[in-house]
C-alpha cells in the first residue's frame, strides 16, 4: 500500500489551478491542528486496514514544502512505524522553487524526504507572470542547484500550450530546462478548467489557449526533444531518464495498487473486506479536522463494482508504456479477435505483445479518445 498525504496550503493561487487549494497565510493555528489530524487519521485508518506494506509515501498539494520539516519527520514515521515499508522506499515531496522554501530542503532531506518534485512550470519570467507563480527564472534556478545539493532525485514540472507559445519556443523551454540535470520531466498540457480564474478569463473572451493543431505540435515536440535527451515517456506526461529514475509511487498507482489517502480532499483507493473501495475525504479543512476526531474521516466511500474497478485500471494502465494485461480487457468482455479492441488494434491505436496491451505512438497523443471507444 502507498500513502498520499494532501498539504492544501499555497503562498499563491495559481489562476490555472482547481485542487484542494486555500491560501497560507495567518492560519497557523489551523495547520498545527490539521498536522495532529493527519496523524490522528493515520493511527485510525491503520487500526481499520491491519496489517501492510509500505511501497511510497507522497506528500502533494497544495505546496508541501511549505509544511514544517519537523511535521513531515513525524508523519514519515508514523507510516513507517505502522505500515512496514518494503526496503527503502520513495518518499516525494512536491515543492516550489522560491528562495524562502529552498531553505528549507535540506531540513526536509533529514526529515526523511528522498525525491524532491520542483513546480517550476516554465523558466521565463513572462510565461511565469502569466501562470501566477510567486517565484522568477532566477529564483528557480537558484533553487535547483540548492535542490540538487540536498537530493540524488530530481523532478521538475513543466506547463506548455500557453497562449502565444511556439515550437521554437517550446523547445528552448525544454532545453533550458534539460540543462538543469533533473532525471525526470513531467511537461503538463494547460488545461482550461471551467472553475478557475484561467476558465473564466478564457469564458469571457481575454485569451484563447492554442488551437488543436499547434498543441499537437508541442507534445510532438515534447517526444521529441526528450527523447534526443534520453528521456523515455514511461507515462503520457512523465518522462525518465532510466527506469531508476521512473517516480516509483505513481507507478504503484498506475498499475491498480492500493494507496491511503490522508488530508483534506484525499482520494485512496483501499482493498476493504476483499472490495477495492474509493475513499474521499471531506474536503473542507474543518470538517476533515472534525470528521477525524469523530472517526469519519472520509466523506465518500465507495465500493467498487468489478466492472467498474477493471474499468479503472484499464484508464491507468494504458497511460503508461508497459500497458497492462489482455486479460484485464478480457474481463470487460474487450477481445483482439472483434469489437472495439480489434478496431483499435488494426487502425494502429493500440497494439498487443507477450500479453500487453499498449498505446502506440499514434494512440498515445489521443489516448482519451482511445479509451472511450475502448470502454463505450
Known amino acids: 500500500m502507498a500513502l498520499y498525504v494532501h498539504w492544501p496550503y499555497c503562498a499563491r493561487i495559481c489562476p490555472y489551478c482547481d485542487f484542494n487549494v486555500v491560501r497560507d497565510r495567518g492560519r497557523d493555528q489551523e495547520q498545527a491542528g490539521l498536522v495532529e489530524a493527519i496523524l490522528a487519521d493515520l493511527e485510525a485508518q491503520a487500526a481499520l486496514i491491519g496489517p501492510r506494506r509500505l511501497a511510497s509515501i ?3 498539494g497544495g505546496t508541501p514544502s511549505l509544511l514544517d520539516p519537523d511535521a513531515v519527520a513525524r508523519i514519515i514515521a508514523a507510516a513507517t512505524g505502522r505500515f512496514a515499508p518494503l526496503g527503502p522506499i520513495e518518499i516525494t515531496l512536491e515543492a516550489n522553487p522560491t528562495d524562502a522554501e529552498a531553505d528549507r530542503f535540506a531540513a526536509l532531506r533529514d526529515a526523511g524526504i528522498n525525491r524532491l518534485s520542483m513546480g517550476v512550470q516554465a523558466l521565463d519570467n513572462e510565461a511565469l507572470r502569466f501562470l501566477g507563480r510567486n517565484h522568477s527564472a532566477d529564483e528557480a534556478r537558484r533553487a535547483v542547484a540548492v535542490a540538487a545539493r540536498a537530493f540524488d532525485r530530481l523532478s521538475i514540472d513543466l506547463i506548455y500550450a500557453r497562449p502565444g507559445q511556439t515550437v521554437a519556443g517550446w523547445t528552448e523551454d525544454l532545453t533550458q530546462a534539460l540543462d538543469l540535470g533533473f532525471e525526470h520531466i513531467s511537461p503538463y498540457q ?38 534526443a535527451a534520453g ?72 465500493p467498487l463494482s468489478p466492472t467498474d474497478a477493471a474499468e479503472e485500471k484499464v484508464l491507468l494502465g494504458l497511460r503508461t508504456v508497459e500497458g497492462l494485461a489482455l486479460a484485464e480487457l478480457a474481463t470487460l468482455g474487450r477481445k483482439v479477435e472483434a469489437g472495439p479492441l480489434a478496431d483499435l488494434i488494426a487502425d494502429g491505436f493500440l497494439e498487443v505483445e507477450t500479453g500487453q496491451v499498449r498505446a502506440t505512438a499514434t494512440g498515445r497523443p489521443v489516448l482519451d479518445g482511445v479509451l472511450k471507444v475502448l470502454l463505450t
Open 231 to 302: 528521456f523515455e515517456a514511461y507515462e503520457v506526461s512523465n518522462h525518465a531518464r532510466g527506469v531508476a529514475a521512473r517516480s516509483s509511487h505513481n507507478l504503484h498507482v498506475w498499475r491498480g495498487g492500493d494507496y491511503l489517502g490522508l488530508g483534506p480532499g484525499a482520494h485512496g483507493r483501499l482493498t476493504l473486506d476483499g472490495v477495492r473501495t474509493a475513499t474521499v475525504a471531506h474536503r473542507g479543512i474543518a470538517d476533515y479536522v472534525t470528521g477525524v476526531a469523530a472517526g469519519t474521516p472520509w466523506s465518500e466511500q465507495q
Open 190 to 227: 494547460l488545461t482550461i478548467e471551467p472553475t478557475t480564474a484561467f476558465g473564466r478569463a478564457v469564458a469571457r473572451g481575454a485569451w484563447s489557449p492554442p488551437d488543436e493543431d499547434l498543441a499537437a505540435d508541442l507534445y510532438e515536440t515534447t517526444q521529441i526533444v526528450l527523447q
Open 58 to 60: 507522497f506528500f502533494g
